[in-house]
């Protein structure tokens, strides 16, 4: 008898099937906003391209709990907005007043302060309806629970505390405990909730959510720290929003408080414990472990 010959897994063709999908439903999701003002600094941001993580990670997470990439569909575009609804709103000058994002000159810099506040908000409030108005076929219970989460990611127990506490961190001489605290809430808390939120549409038990949680927590954080060690090593151009702005605006990093060895190590001990949380499902999870040696392999 012939054993069966297992294909390998083909994460970058996965990668790009899933962003081709997530970019073609984005820009449909924008109808004929009035004014056009708005829908224009709407879609200048949510259009600027990017890897698209967020989404992906919320469709990966609905296939391995046993639903489809359409089910979970309009609610990883809504996790796509939020995020770039707080991209829009941290860039702002009375945030980290940023010149640049994703290559692009930064909203408020084509738009105006007013407009990209504005946009952001439209984009904020765009995200709920996707879920509640736009989910067809997912069952309502399943979508107040989407609503709940991201409710608890973009308010003020997730990303918006998080900005507060970054905010007033700047400045001065922050511990580790405060450091995990700013990225679990303003870069984690959305993670957490696009893991969680796909599985959700799905119909996940209670085990694989509390597993898919374990391992959302980690890349989070790992991402994070990523991002921290890319503010020193990678340049604008790589990058494509401005490097070295975190030591501009005298923040609190990880290389800053660990060193860069010991960050890295940090960020590849914490996605090894998230694929650990997954070892059960191994042979349906490929995607999300893939995701997960993504976070700390990529450059931007």
């Given at each position: 008898m012939t054993a069966a010959v297992t294909t390998p897994f083909d994460f970058a063709a996965y990668l790009e099937a899933a962003r081709l999908q997530v970019e073609a439903a984005l820009d449909a999701s924008l109808g004929p906003e009035r004014p056009e003002s708005l829908r224009e600094s709407m879609r200048y941001s949510l259009l600027a391209g990017g890897k698209r993580l967020r989404p992906i990670l919320c469709l990966a997470a609905c296939e391995l709990a046993?639903?489809?990439?359409?089910?979970?569909?309009p609610t990883a575009l809504a996790l796509e907005m939020v995020h770039t609804m707080s991209l829009i709103h941290d860039d702002l000058p009375a945030m980290d007043n940023d010149d640049l994002r994703r290559g692009m000159p930064t909203n408020h810099k084509v738009f105006g302060d007013a407009?990209?506040?504005?946009a952001g908000d439209a984009l904020l409030?765009?995200?709920f309806e996707m879920v509640a108005l736009r989910s067809p076929g997912v069952p309502s219970e399943r979508l107040l629970a989407v609503v709940g989460e991201l409710s608890l990611a973009s308010g003020a127990p997730g990303l918006v505390g998080g900005q507060v506490v970054d905010l007033e961190?700047?400045?001065?001489?922050?511990d580790l405990e405060t450091l995990e605290y700013i990225h679990l809430h303003k870069t984690g808390a959305l993670l957490r909730a696009c893991v969680l939120c796909g599985a959700i549409i799905a119909g996940a038990s209670e085990e694989l959510l509390a597993a898919l949680g374990t391992y959302a927590k980690g890349i989070g954080l790992a991402f994070q720290i990523i991002d921290d060690i890319?503010?020193?090593?990678?340049?604008?151009?790589?990058?494509?929003?401005?490097?070295?702005?975190?030591?501009?605006?005298?923040?609190?990093?990880?290389?800053?408080?660990?060193?860069?060895?010991?960050?890295?190590?940090?960020?590849?001990?914490?996605v090894a414990g998230a694929k650990a949380a997954l070892e059960p499902w191994r042979e349906t999870a490929?995607?999300?472990?893939a995701l997960a040696d993504y976070i700390t392999s990529r450059d931007r």
């Amino acid at each position: 008898m012939t054993a069966a010959v297992t294909t390998p897994f083909d994460f970058a063709a996965y990668l790009e099937a899933a962003r081709l999908q997530v970019e073609a439903a984005l820009d449909a999701s924008l109808g004929p906003e009035r004014p056009e003002s708005l829908r224009e600094s709407m879609r200048y941001s949510l259009l600027a391209g990017g890897k698209r993580l967020r989404p992906i990670l919320c469709l990966a997470a609905c296939e391995l709990a046993g639903g489809s990439r359409e089910q979970a569909l309009p609610t990883a575009l809504a996790l796509e907005m939020v995020h770039t609804m707080s991209l829009i709103h941290d860039d702002l000058p009375a945030m980290d007043n940023d010149d640049l994002r994703r290559g692009m000159p930064t909203n408020h810099k084509v738009f105006g302060d007013a407009n990209a506040i504005l946009a952001g908000d439209a984009l904020l409030t765009r995200a709920f309806e996707m879920v509640a108005l736009r989910s067809p076929g997912v069952p309502s219970e399943r979508l107040l629970a989407v609503v709940g989460e991201l409710s608890l990611a973009s308010g003020a127990p997730g990303l918006v505390g998080g900005q507060v506490v970054d905010l007033e961190s700047e400045g001065k001489e922050v511990d580790l405990e405060t450091l995990e605290y700013i990225h679990l809430h303003k870069t984690g808390a959305l993670l957490r909730a696009c893991v969680l939120c796909g599985a959700i549409i799905a119909g996940a038990s209670e085990e694989l959510l509390a597993a898919l949680g374990t391992y959302a927590k980690g890349i989070g954080l790992a991402f994070q720290i990523i991002d921290d060690i890319l503010d020193v090593t990678a340049s604008s151009d790589v990058l494509g929003k401005t490097a070295g702005k975190d030591l501009t605006a005298d923040k609190t990093t990880y290389p800053k408080l660990l060193g860069l060895e010991a960050s890295r190590q940090r960020a590849d001990d914490l996605v090894a414990g998230a694929k650990a949380a997954l070892e059960p499902w191994r042979e349906t999870a490929a995607p999300l472990l893939a995701l997960a040696d993504y976070i700390t392999s990529r450059d931007r």
